[in-house]
């Protein structure tokens, strides 16, 4: 996920961490299994597969996209917070951010 409200900064984080996964064949056939294809995979990948895989938003929009996958039958959902060049490499705050939004935590 990317607590970044502007797409364009947002998918440039995003991004190299896409890259990895789409180097990985065992992903790539999982992916194609879900219904993505060729057009997905190419130059980094598409808008459409960006949008699937890495929630990105503000702290509300990433936390209903947490919910989401709750409501759709997740009983767990792991969270890995990316940051861009120049962010902190500090991930709590984010991940503080993203509880209280929640309403989990203390």
Do not use: C, W
Not at 95 to 106: H, K, Q, V
């Amino acid at each position: 996920m990317v607590l970044e409200t502007d797409r364009s900064r947002a998918r440039a984080t995003g991004d190299a961490t896409l890259g990895r996964y789409l180097g990985l064949s065992n992903y790539v056939g999982n992916l194609r299994r879900l219904g993505f294809d060729d057009a997905d995979f190419a130059d980094g990948g598409s808008d459409r597969l960006f949008d699937a895989l890495i929630l990105h938003g503000g702290t509300p929009k990433v936390a209903e996209g947490l919910r989401a996958h709750l409501e759709a039958g997740a009983d767990h959902v792991a969270l890995q917070l990316l940051d861009g060049p120049g962010d902190t490499p500090d991930p709590l705050p984010g991940y503080r951010a993203l509880a209280e939004e929640l309403g989990i935590g203390g």
